[in-house]
């Protein structure tokens, strides 16, 4: 049996006709038991299975008309990104000149900055950081946001400092949320985990420290990248989640990494990521305790840039 893509089993119902298929014809085939699907008013599915989603982004695409973009948690899965908000509708981009509203499962949004897409799959969609931010404005909640945000950063699909300029040049709705939430990457840290960790900080009244970055000796060998570090007081704070120690070879990379910590005289606080949400007031007194031991040994000789 040969199939048609997907690209060719969604077209309008005008352009049937066009070809020479009578209306009356596409409404019969469309009907309940019929081989055909409206999937949209005027688009229609040449085939009665559930659409694909390449086939519900082709169908939003042609309800969008010349030079619609797909853009929002459609745009960033067509990207490779996985920690995403299960939305089912379509997001879709149109020029702000022209006149047409959501239907069915498509949202159409009207802007006067219509990304240049990339083509994923054969679909425009728009570049990460302009998805990212069109879903974030979408979504009530800042966890989703978070986790959204920090997947693209962490897997390098965008930098923090490219969310920032999106959200600074796009429309100011809906962006209390993301800002709040981006504020944390744009300090350095790559997670949802850590974001939260950076919060406590904060609160704590301890002194600015610096995420993930690289610790060496005096004699320029590697040491650790702490989740969180105190340069003043050499104090490390590790957010150590047991998903990242579920094989050997983590747990050893774990216990070699606090080795290296006691060797150097670093003081190293480690912390489970849900802690930070169902006892942050004890973690607070923790990191309180950590500081307070560090404060009270001379600060060992360690740097924060390899020296050669």
């Excluded at 350095?188 to 970055?213: C, I, Q, T």
């Excluded at 094989?247 to 606080?269: C, M, P």
Aim: hydrophobic letters at 40%; a positive charge.
């Amino acid at each position: 049996m040969i199939t048609c893509p997907d690209r060719l089993e969604v077209v309008r119902a005008a352009d049937l006709e066009e070809i020479g298929v009578p209306r009356r014809t596409i409404s019969r085939r469309c009907a309940p038991g019929g081989p055909w699907r409206a999937l949209l008013p005027g688009i229609v599915l040449l085939g009665n299975g559930v659409p694909t989603d390449e086939q519900r982004g082709r169908a939003a695409l042609l309800h969008g008309r010349t030079d619609a973009v797909l853009t929002g948690t459609y745009a960033l899965r067509r990207h490779g990104l996985e920690k995403l908000p299960g939305e089912e509708e379509v997001h879709v981009l149109i020029p702000a000149s022209r006149d047409i509203t959501d239907v069915g499962f498509v949202h159409v949004e009207r802007t006067t900055r219509l990304p240049r897409p990339h083509l994923r799959g054969g679909l425009p969609v728009a570049p990460v950081p302009r998805a990212v931010i069109d879903s974030a404005r979408r979504l009530t909640s800042e966890d989703e946001v978070q986790t959204m945000m920090a997947e693209a950063v962490q897997r390098r699909f965008c930098t923090p400092e490219m969310l920032a300029d999106e959200l600074d040049r796009g429309r100011t709705t809906g962006t209390a949320m993301p800002r709040r939430a981006l504020t944390p990457l744009l300090a350095g840290a790559k997670s949802v985990a850590e974001a939260d960790a950076w919060r406590l900080w904060r609160r704590s009244g301890l002194p600015a420290g610096r995420w993930n970055v690289p610790i060496y000796d005096v004699h320029g060998r590697y040491i650790a990248t702490p989740d969180f570090w105190c340069d003043e007081l050499a104090l490390a704070w590790e957010i150590d989640s047991y998903r990242y120690h579920t094989s050997f070879d983590d747990y050893r990379a774990t216990v070699a990494r606090n080795a290296r910590y006691v060797a150097a005289g670093i003081v190293v606080l480690q912390t489970l990521p849900s802690r930070l949400r169902t006892e942050p007031g004890k973690v607070a007194d923790e990191l309180q305790a950590a500081f307070r031991t560090a404060q009270a040994r001379p600060r060992p000789n360690v740097l924060l840039k390899r020296v050669a």
